[in-house]
């Protein structure tokens, strides 16, 4: 699926995502059909290079289809991109949170927004 030489890369991610990741992808929408994408890992990959290359859907689209992963239209790219927000975010909470990006804001503060 991902060339050999961002296989380790991508294996380092896979090893921050918190338990549960694969089957949350389907509890959350971002994988609803197997078609194209038929795995979270597949689905997670298309996220990263999405974000790596200038977040343009033609890259992605044209990457899936040289390496056989999967062949779908900038447009189908889009959708399954779109579906992954909530998924993306529910990983991301916990892995910003061990490396102290995330912090709960302070009662004291109440309803005021700190930037």
């Known amino acids: 699926m991902v060339m050999s030489r961002e296989k380790e890369g991508f294996k380092h991610v896979l090893e921050m995502l918190p338990e549960?990741?694969?089957?949350?992808?389907?509890?959350?929408?971002a994988l609803?059909?197997?078609?194209?994408?038929?795995?979270?890992?597949?689905?997670?990959?298309?996220?990263?290079?999405?974000l790596t290359e200038g977040k343009s859907m033609t890259t992605p689209s044209a990457i899936?289809?040289?390496l056989d992963l999967a062949k779908m239209s900038k447009g189908a790219v889009c959708?399954?991109?779109?579906?992954?927000?909530?998924?993306?975010?529910?990983?991301?909470?916990?892995?910003?949170?061990?490396?102290?990006?995330?912090?709960?804001?302070?009662?004291?503060?109440?309803?005021r927004n700190v930037l």
């Open 79 to 111: 959708k399954r991109i779109q579906h992954s927000r909530a998924w993306l975010q529910w990983m991301g909470t916990p892995i910003y949170c061990n490396a102290g990006l995330l912090i709960e804001k302070p009662g004291w503060l109440k309803d």
């Open 32 to 50: 609803q059909r197997a078609r194209e994408i038929k795995t979270p890992e597949a689905l997670l990959w298309l996220n990263l290079l999405y």
């Open 20 to 29: 549960g990741w694969e089957a949350k992808a389907k509890a959350l929408g």
């Open 64 to 66: 899936s289809n040289l």
